[in-house]
């Protein structure tokens, strides 16, 4: 089955240092993978996208991403923490055998401490 | 350039009843997505819509149904509401291709 595993239910991280949230996925073929933040009571922002070519994605607010399809992960990176960073984080993965859906992950709640 | 836009922010209903949830898509798309997110958990993929037809379910009963009309905006209809469809309803608009799809801030449904 086509599945995506965010293994912490939480990160708690100092301001500065730099942030990683984890996300592995189990799918057939090629997917196109994403990451999304969402604030409390508010929608998904788009972060980031990997869908061909260098492993390392650039996204929006500095964050970036790595893949690895050997170990079948799309970790969201982040080199210093900022409070305002402090968000509930998804995973999602796309594309697989054709389908349009996305299939997000649980979320990830990053804690950002001053 | 507006975003994805949806209506109404929150809704209360009883069990039993039907709602009627209302999304605009970012300008430039045509293609609207729907996802149910529980509390605590991630979004759910209801159904698809592209030239006003359902092109894609998820594992959801028939009593969800959905529609787009030709200016691209979509509506998800749920008839004889359970406790447990209480949940954040997200739209997502994309073009066609699997272009990245783009969330609406999403409506609260609250089924007593």
């Known amino acids: 089955a086509q599945s995506v595993a965010q293994p912490e239910d939480q990160v708690n991280v100092a301001e500065g240092n730099p942030l990683t949230v984890k996300c592995t996925y189990s799918?057939?073929?090629?997917?196109?993978l994403f990451w999304y933040v969402q604030y409390p009571n508010r929608g998904l922002q788009f972060l980031l996208k990997?869908?061909?070519?260098?492993?390392l994605v650039k996204g929006s607010y500095g964050f970036e991403a790595e893949f690895n399809k050997s170990q079948t992960s799309f970790h969201l990176k982040k080199p210093s923490a900022l409070v305002s960073d402090s968000a509930l984080y998804f995973c999602?993965?796309?594309?697989?055998?054709?389908?349009?859906?996305?299939?997000f992950g649980t979320g990830t709640r990053l804690k950002v401490l001053a | 350039d507006a975003g994805v836009t949806q209506s109404p922010t929150h809704l209360i209903k009883t069990r039993g009843q039907q709602v009627t949830l209302r999304c605009s898509p970012k300008s430039g798309h045509d293609t609207v997505s729907w996802y149910q997110q529980a509390l605590g958990q991630g979004p759910q993929f209801i159904f698809q819509?592209?030239?006003?037809?359902?092109?894609q379910r998820g594992n959801f009963p028939d009593r969800f149904s959905g529609h787009q009309f030709p200016n691209y905006s979509s509506e998800l209809n749920v008839n004889a509401l359970l406790l447990g469809d209480s949940a954040l309803y997200l739209c997502?608009?994309?073009?066609?291709?699997?272009?990245?799809?783009?969330f609406g801030p999403g409506t609260r449904l609250t089924v007593l």
């Open positions: 997502a608009s994309s073009r066609l291709g699997g272009g990245t799809q783009y």
């Open positions: 799918v057939s073929g090629n997917p196109y």
């Open positions: 819509y592209y030239e006003e037809e359902e092109r």
């Open positions: 999602a993965v796309s594309g697989i055998s054709g389908t349009y859906k996305y299939i």
């Open positions: 990997y869908i061909t070519g260098d492993n």
